[in-house]
């Protein structure tokens, strides 16, 4: 989900003063919550927008539990109008839900625009424990401040054909050289075949690459007043000329991921790997029926197999809003639904996600995804991925910085240029520092 260009601007136009207090865990910091208004022993009721499906189904468990503080979930169509319509909510003043659903890359900009209550006051250090250091990090932009707890993750892997890679006698690639490697000896076996694609529409799969690289796209600064932005560096240079270099090779396909030729290719063999996050079996379910028990799922290929790691794609957190009367029950609330062993069991059988929650998970995913019925490990695997997560902080106009990845690297692509994929970075990151300057930020 990304926000709407004119709810972007909305929020990136705030002064720079306003961003940086809102970012800071400053006492004086405009999101620092308002002391709960309720007097002991008087009902709390909490406005819940979410997305996610089933969701009145887990919070009737806290509501049966809690007489005293009831929740009312309120279901929005998720996308660019949930956060227009909260964004909306929160400038007029009023209208604005306690809890709300958002995604880890527009926590920026809800933090920018004075929409998300610093809750770090009610949070314990067992709490933040329970969450990858790269989780973490999504919900708090680096600082000591909290602005929401982790909900569902979205670790990368290495998902593949066990039976193509048996057949050919290639064993599954542990570092990015043997998943050259592997790409080449497949296509090479039938030039029709290819290992995966690169995907010049998916931004966010781009992000997650560059990330277990060792990238983070933005900085802040609060004492200097200033964002920092690091797309074209070395971290993500090193995975634009790696995949650049497999294009213009030939043994990567540089096709689109998400359309008709792509769904086909899964389910007719001709694409026979996919770097996608652990959300992947409901889509190769959907997408490549025929090829059901045919898959495995491994970790990443790595650059340093003695320091793994991984990066991101996709993933939600659950926020409190800086407008709600009761922050304090509302986070008491958010923290339940994300870690308690019971409600993230229940988020995983009504909702189908992947818990970002380290403790939950582990007896919430006890059987495998039907899909992946021939890997009874696949949740262990899954685990112990998701544990390796890098940090990335996102920016304040991470919705700029992802439509231009489409427009540059589309035409890299399609050039089959590995010196055009580093001409894009270059391109992605000049655009994404005039687009913050000229919307009132210091970039550093």
Known sequence: MRITRTARLAAAGLALSLTLAACSSDSESNNTPKPDTTTAGEKVSLDFWTWAPNMDKVVELWNQENPDIQVTVNKQDGGDGAMTKFLTAIKAGSGAPDVMQAEYQVIPTLVSSDALADVSAYVSEETKADFSAGTWNAVT??????????????PMMFFYR????????????????????????????????????????????????????????????????????????????????????????????????YTPEWNAALNDGTEVGWLSAVWAPGVLAGNAPDTAGKWKAAPMPQWDASAPATG???GSSTAVSSQSKNPEAATKFVTWLNTNPDAVK????????????????????????????NQPDFYTVAGEVAATENPFTAGPNVNFAFESYKGEFAKAAEAKSSAKFLDALKAIQSGTVSDMENTGFTVK
Not at 141 to 154: N, R
Not at 191 to 203: I, R
Request: no cysteine; net charge negative; glycine share 10%.
């Open 141 to 154: 932009l680096g600082t000591d401040a909290v602005y929401a707890i982790p909900q569902d993750a979205g």
């Open 312 to 314: 991101a794609w996709g």
């Open 162 to 257: 066990a039976d193509v890679f048996e057949n050919l006698g290639i064993e599954v690639p542990t570092t990015w050289d043997e998943y050259a490697d592997a790409a080449r000896k497949i296509n090479a076996a039938d030039p029709k075949v290819y290992l995966g694609t690169f995907s010049a529409n998916d931004a966010g799969w781009f992000k997650g690459l560059a990330t277990q690289a060792g990238a983070s796209w933005w900085s802040m600064d609060a004492a200097a007043g200033s964002w920092g932005v690091h797309i074209d560096e070395e971290p993500t240079q090193r995975v634009a000329k790696y995949w650049g270099d497999l294009v213009e090779e030939g043994v990567i396909n540089n096709k689109p991921m």
């Open 346 to 373: 229940a988020m995983v059988k009504e909702a189908g996600i992947y818990p970002a929650s380290l403790s939950a998970s582990a007896a919430a995913l006890s059987e495998p995804p039907a899909f992946f019925s």
